[in-house]
């Protein structure tokens, strides 16, 4: 095992308050930490502000870039496009929290909380629902009956809250082996029991007629993981654009965390994924930071790896 756990899942926004309270007041986030770094310390470009945020174990970072106006995401955007990714947080109830977030102004992905249905093994009884962020990043809720999941989903200390933390980012992905070479080969990356989502339900869930698509868990030695999402129908999804960069709103980072970062960068190097240096701050300081490499899988999702 290379990667032992995703420290963070870093956003990029238009307005941090705006995401903050949007977080805290609607999912239940807490603030961890909350400072701005000039551009002699962080980048030769811009300023940014970076707001960390907790839901149980689990962290998210909110980044706004105060000197630029990144791109927004793209209002048609489909759960199929391979720059798509969600946070999928998990729910003690999802009646309760549905009925939570219905009191807010949010943008539906679903109609409404879907249940997988008994026939796809796998993901039988769990009920899901996906919805986006004021900046368009998407996210779903997530109920897991007592067979699924993880442990720590039903551990009784953790149910007496609404909204518990964040099992997985799901990213879709054009080629389910291609990206197995990447996460799991490369990475080290323990690969779960997937599944083959489709019909009514899923189409429903994903707010696409007809969709199916192969879903494949993967985990690190511990904590959130990660999920690929392969959409067979509808195909060809559209790529990432190669002029995105880190301050357009598209842009979401999964923190890695290794315990032989040289060792995964040389084998990365070797089958030609390139890997930037760069400083990556604490979460409680601007001036304190660390090092690792911003790489790219092979649909162009941004990985941050660091150090353990």
Known sequence: MLV???RA???TVTDV???????TQVLGFETVS???VDEQNYSDRETIRITTLQ?????IELIQYLDVEGKPI???SQSNDLWFQHLA???SDMDSAYAHLQSFKIEHISTEPQTIPLSNAASAGVRAFKFKDPDGHNLELIWF?????ENKWHNKLQTNRLFLGIDHSAITVADTKQSLKFYRNYLGMHVKEGSLNSGETQAYLDGLPEAKVKVTPLRPDKGMGIEMLDYIVPANGRPIPSDWTSFDIATVQIELVANDIEKIVERLRQHSVECLSTQIFLPDSASSYYEGFLVKDPNGHSILLIAE
């Open 34 to 36: 909350d400072f701005t």
């Open 9 to 11: 899942i870093r956003l």
């Open 17 to 23: 308050n705006r995401s903050q309270n949007f977080y």
């Open 74 to 76: 793209p209002k048609d």
């Open 55 to 59: 839901l149980g174990t689990e962290v």
């Open 4 to 6: 032992l756990n995703i």
């Open 89 to 91: 947080i998990v729910v």
């Open 145 to 149: 009956p007592a067979d699924k999941g």
